[in-house]
Every structure is written in C-alpha cells, then in structure tokens.
C-alpha cells in the first residue's frame, strides 16, 4: 500500500543521473512515487520556499540540479479550503479508493468560480469524499483532473489520491484519454460540400470520418468566449454522422472524439466549419428551421431546447493505479433522448 509523504514531514530527494534540465522536472523523475506529490503540487511547494539544497531555498521552477544533489521538502499541510461540502446527489458510474467517475447533469459548474461558489460538482464531491479530496488539484478544484462547460452534460473522472491525480493529468496532457462525445449539430457534413471542400482546416478520412485541424485560442474580442487563432493552441476534432434529421437533411448527430482537449473546442471547430451545435447560445446561433423540412414536433423540440446539444458520452483511460485501461459510457440525459425522438419524426 503506497503511503503519501506526511504533512509537516521533510522528504529527502537525491537527484539520479542524467537529470532534466529544471528542477520541478527532475523532483517529479526522482521523487519516490508512494510520496504521491504530483508535478503540480511539487511546483507549488518549490514556489512557496519549501524546497531547499544543502540549506539553501530553491524557489525557481527552472533552478539547475545535478547528480548527485540532495533535495529536501517540507511538505506542508494543504490550503484550507473556504468551500462548503454540499449534500447534492451525484449520478456515480464507478468509484474506488483512488478515483470517482461522475456522469455530469446540465446545470452544474464543475468547480467554484466568481458567480458560482455553491451547488458545483466540488461541493458535491466534498460531501460524498469528505478528507479525501483535501489539497490535491488546488485549494478550490480538489480532485478535478479535467472539466466540461455548465450546460453539457457527461463523463468526468475525479482523482481522490495525489497519485491518481498525477496519472491522470499526465494522460490528459498527453491526449491519450479516449474522449467521445455525442452531439446535435446544424446541416449534415458531406465530402461533397464545396463549401468544406474550400476549407484548409477540414478533410474527411477514411469512411467518412470529418476531421478538424484548427489552433484555438481566446476569442480577441471577447475574452469570455474562444476562437480559431493564429498561434492558438493545437486542436484536432473528428465526427463521424451517426443520424440525419430532416428531408432534406437539416440537422445531425454525431460522435465526436477529440484528438486534443481545448476549452469549447468541438463548439468552435464545427461552428467554424458552418455546422454549430443546436441550442449553443455563444457558438451555434440561431437558425430558422425548414417547415418543410421537418415536422411540427421536431421543429418545436429544436426550438426548445435550452443548452448546447452536447453529451460526453465515453471516457477511457489507463487506471493509475492498476494500470489497466478501463473505459466508461455515460447514459444520455433525458432531455437529449427526448430531443432525438422528437426530431425523428417525420415531416407530412
């Protein structure tokens, strides 16, 4: 059983050969792996003085360590969190002593931010986890690993040790975690599009797969909402058509996987692309749906629906601790199902 390095305790470190070239990065080489002290947490414990080398403090990310070096850290106790542990019910799809995979209603934020410092995903994991989320991802995102917007609903997976919490991250930044997605989008992408076709940043591969390569970044003139930036940060998207809606095809579903994981990112790779998500109220606009097109029902469920037509749907992963892969399915809300009946009917 791996036992996490004691709050107040000093860990001794002795930097092996060939070390990498900054300091955070050889103490998360060479820092015992039962510590369970995350990259993250080391960068804040250097930060905050609690890192020193032969008496002297070592406060820069990017201080220069050789062979040989004994590192010593006090691990000092996590951040108090001013957060109130919620009685809130969660939809729990797995859950051991290292992790908790949480299928995310619309409506909740995932952690607290200005506007919302109750009734989050945080509070609830609080009050389900109690101690076990203390002081790991940051004083006010304990446990969070990745996130998705307040109105799409899906899979998350939660880290309840520091360990679980490196692993995972590691894997999100690597892009190795399996991410599918679910979603109702406008128009139905086709090869044949001229209007795609003249595109630089989508080609279709192989069975019909449409593939988005775009940079994504803040939005210049709207901080709040993001943008296909030059100099933005790698993004890949890819959908497959699952179901079209409408004679003549007037509306999608897709499955969505992502290649990389960018804040709104299938939102603004296939808004970009002139097929926006159905009910996006940053990205997708609103279109005026054919009468003739679809019927009355599936016009007036379109219509109504109030969020993004967006689901994270599966989740896959390596276990941090097993070191299995383990992959997940998330139920598809009622308000989604509901929708998709409805735009099944057809138009007389």
């Known amino acids: 059983m791996s036992v996490p390095a004691a709050e107040g305790s000093i860990l001794q470190v002795v930097i092996t050969e060939n070390p990498p070239p900054r300091l955070d990065k050889a103490l998360a080489r060479d820092v015992p792996e039962d510590a369970q002290l995350s990259r993250t947490r080391l960068g804040k414990l250097i930060t905050e003085g609690a890192v020193t080398r032969a008496g002297e403090v070592l406060s820069s990310l990017k201080a220069v360590v050789t062979e040989g070096d004994v590192i010593e850290i006090t691990v000092g106790a996590p951040v108090e969190l001013d957060l109130v542990a919620e009685d809130i019910p969660l939809n729990i799809v797995y859950e051991d002593a290292s992790l908790i995979v949480i299928n995310k209603p619309t409506g ?6 200005p506007g919302a410092w109750t009734g989050t995903l945080v509070n609830a994991l609080m009050h389900h986890c109690g101690d076990s989320l203390s002081g790991i991802g940051g004083a006010k995102r304990p446990g969070i690993v990745h996130r998705i917007d307040k109105e799409t609903t899906g899979l998350l997976v939660v880290a309840k040790t520091d360990k679980a919490h490196a692993g995972l991250a590691g894997q999100f930044a690597a892009h190795t975690v399996e991410r599918e997605y679910t979603a109702i989008c406008y128009g139905v992408p086709d090869p044949a599009d001229p209007r795609l076709a003249g595109q630089s940043i989508v080609r279709f591969e192989a069975g019909g797969v449409l593939r988005v390569t775009a940079p994504i970044g803040r939005h210049r003139g709207d901080r709040q909402k993001m943008d296909i930036v030059p100099g933005g940060r790698h993004a890949v998207t890819r959908a497959r058509i699952e179901e079209s809606f409408g004679v003549p095809p007037t509306l999608a579903r897709v499955t969505c996987w992502l290649e990389t994981g960018r804040t709104h990112q299938i939102r603004v790779h296939l808004a970009k692309i002139g097929h926006g998500l159905l009910g996006d109220p940053t990205y997708g606009g609103a279109r005026k749906l054919s009468t003739k097109a679809l019927s009355e029902t599936a016009r007036a469920a379109a219509a109504a ?28 809300p009622g308000d989604m199902a509901g929708l998709v009946d409805a735009l099944r009917v057809p138009a007389t």
């Open 108 to 113: 909740m934020v995932v952690h607290p931010a």
């Open 305 to 332: 629906f109030p969020r993004q037509a967006l689901h994270a749907a599966t989740l896959g992963f390596v276990h941090p601790d097993t070191g299995k892969t383990v992959r997940f399915a998330g139920e598809v």
